[in-house]
């Protein structure tokens, strides 16, 4: 699976947009970017994954660059509980590669009141 | 739903002693369970993976006699930590992956995890 590059920390202020970016500049044409987060002595939590259109739920959006080297995760309006560490994490989605994942360093974001 | 638990969510043990920490996927079935490893303020290192039936597959470093692993049924895996040392304390992630026909199928599902002290 592809290598991402994060930024190790970043702070955000509370109700505003959270932008965490992610580089993968190695991804590979079948390699979905998939985010999880993983708040403090909990297991990691989905957020969302995309293969090269952008994508919305109701926790986030990914935006994926057109050439997919790089993604940028979007918390629109960020909380105190989003406080949490977020992997981006690049895999192949089929049976055959057994599914890992494969967890990088992380960005701790920090939201702040 | 899609709910992944652990247990026990903590342990405290003394050197030598074999711990155990079950994880059942709650409300679907799971051909296929991961475990997880992770020191303070480090990241999730994968250790091995299960599948239902058959013997795990281990990673690179981790030493299969030392952490045993069962997975009997289609909700249920096991990991024995045998002759438990304080270097093993740490917390350990349990992930399964669903084999739903639609939606997010063959996604990957976490435990809220079981932290291990030795002593």
């Known amino acids: 699976d592809a290598k991402t590059t994060q930024p190790p920390s970043m702070d955000c202020a509370e109700g505003r947009a959270a932008n965490l970016p992610c580089n993968h500049s190695?991804?590979?044409?079948?390699?979905?970017v998939y985010w999880y987060r993983q708040i403090h002595s909990q297991g990691p939590q989905y957020i969302i994954h995309?293969?090269?259109n952008n994508e919305t739920n109701e926790m986030a959006s990914l935006i994926i660059t057109e050439d997919r080297k790089s993604s940028t995760l979007i918390l629109p309006h960020a909380t105190l509980r989003d406080t949490a560490v977020y992997y981006c994490?690049?895999?192949?989605?089929?049976?055959?590669?057994?599914?890992?994942?494969?967890f990088g360093g992380g960005t701790r974001v920090l939201v702040k009141p | 739903g899609a709910v992944v638990s652990q247990h026990p969510s903590w342990v405290i043990c003394k050197s030598g002693t074999s711990v155990k920490i079950e994880c059942r996927s709650l409300?679907?079935?799971?051909?296929?369970m991961f475990w997880y490893r992770q020191f303070p303020k480090q990241s999730l290192m994968l250790m091995a993976t299960?599948?239902?039936?058959?013997?795990?597959?281990?990673e690179q470093g981790v030493e299969k006699d030392k952490f045993l692993i069962n997975h009997a049924s289609l909700t249920l895996s096991t990991l024995t930590v045998t002759s438990a040392h304080p270097e093993d304390s740490s917390f350990y992630i349990c992930?399964?992956?669903?084999?739903?026909?639609?939606?997010?199928?063959?996604?990957?599902?976490f435990g809220p995890g079981t932290r291990l002290t030795v002593l």
């Open positions: 992930s399964a992956r669903a084999i739903f026909t639609s939606g997010r199928a063959n996604e990957q599902f």
């Open positions: 190695t991804i590979s044409g079948n390699e979905y």
């Open positions: 995309g293969l090269k």
């Open positions: 994490i690049v895999r192949v989605q089929n049976k055959a590669a057994g599914n890992k994942l494969t």
């Open positions: 409300d679907f079935q799971a051909t296929t």
């Open positions: 299960s599948n239902e039936g058959s013997k795990a597959t281990y």
